[in-house]
C-alpha cells in the first residue's frame, strides 16, 4: 500500500519568503514521487518530479524538492514567493509504470504583498 | 498543439437525469482516467481505462460509468444513482514505456458539476 500526508492544508507566507510545503509517503516498494499545482478551476500541471539517482529534483517556476528516504519526505520549497505561486499544490506517489497514483489531500498556498 | 480537452466547463444536472463528461486527447496516449476532486479531499479514482475496450473500477465507481471505444476519447457518465455528484471533475491521460519511464499523469482543465 502507499499513501501520502501533506502537513497543512492551508500556508500562507509573505511575499519574497521562503515557501515550504511538506509531503511524507509511504510506499512498499521504492517511490516515484511528484508535485503539482493547481490554479482556481483549472487542472494539474506538473511542477516536478523524482525518480531514481539525484535527490535534489528542480522544477519549474523556481521550485525544488528533496528526497530524504531516511525520513520518507519529499517537501517542496521555493526561496521566495511570488504573488502568482498563490495555488493548491498537491503531492502524489507512485509505484511506476501504470500503477496507481496516489494523491495528498493539498496544500493551499497563499501569498501576503 | 497537443492537450486533453474537457467539456463543458460547467455542467448542471437535475434530479434523476444521467450526464455525461467529455475527455479527448490528442497525446496519443495509452492511458486515461477519471478523477473526482473535493475540497479538502484530494483526488479520488473513479475509472481508468489503459487500452481500448478495457476500463477497472478506481477507488469510488459507484454511480458512474465510462467507455473507452477510442483511443483519444473516455466519456464519463454520471448517473442518477450517484447521490452526490457536485464536484469537480478531471480527466487525465498517461502514457509508458521503455524509453519514458515513470512519466507523470497530464490533465484536462475539469469539469465543474453542480445539481440544480
Known amino acids: 500500500a502507499q499513501s501520502v500526508t501533506q502537513l497543512g492544508s492551508h500556508v500562507s507566507v509573505s511575499e519574497g519568503a521562503l515557501v515550504l510545503l511538506r509531503c511524507n509517503y509511504s510506499s512498499s516498494v521504492p517511490p516515484y514521487l511528484f508535485w503539482y499545482v493547481q490554479y482556481p478551476n483549472q487542472g494539474l500541471q506538473l511542477l516536478l518530479k523524482?525518480?531514481?539517482?539525484?535527490?535534489l529534483v528542480k522544477g519549474i517556476n523556481g521550485f525544488e524538492a528533496e528526497f530524504k528516504k531516511s525520513e520518507t519526505s519529499f517537501h517542496l520549497t521555493k526561496p521566495s514567493a511570488h504573488m502568482s505561486d498563490a495555488a493548491e499544490y498537491f503531492c502524489?506517489?507512485?509505484?511506476?509504470?501504470?500503477?496507481?497514483?496516489?494523491f495528498g489531500t493539498g496544500t493551499k498556498l497563499q501569498v501576503i504583498p | 498543439d497537443g492537450g486533453i480537452t474537457q467539456s463543458p466547463k460547467y455542467l448542471f444536472r437535475k434530479e434523476g437525469q444521467n450526464v455525461t463528461l467529455s475527455c479527448e486527447q490528442n497525446l496519443n496516449h495509452d492511458a486515461m482516467y477519471w478523477y473526482r476532486q473535493d475540497p479538502g479531499q484530494g483526488l479520488r479514482l473513479i475509472y481508468y481505462?489503459?487500452?481500448?475496450?478495457?476500463?477497472q473500477k478506481g477507488d469510488i465507481a459507484e454511480g458512474y460509468s465510462v467507455s473507452r471505444e477510442k483511443k483519444e476519447s473516455f466519456p464519463l457518465t454520471v448517473t442518477s444513482a450517484q447521490k452526490n455528484p457536485t464536484a469537480f471533475y478531471l480527466c487525465?491521460?498517461?502514457?509508458?514505456?521503455?524509453?519514458?519511464?515513470?512519466?507523470?499523469?497530464?490533465f484536462g482543465d475539469g469539469t465543474r458539476l453542480s445539481i440544480l
Open positions: 502524489a506517489v507512485s509505484r511506476g509504470g501504470y500503477q496507481k497514483v496516489t
Open positions: 481505462s489503459q487500452i481500448v475496450n478495457d476500463f
Open positions: 523524482y525518480t531514481t539517482g539525484a535527490t
Open positions: 487525465a491521460t498517461h502514457t509508458q514505456g521503455v524509453d519514458l519511464p515513470n512519466q507523470p499523469q497530464h
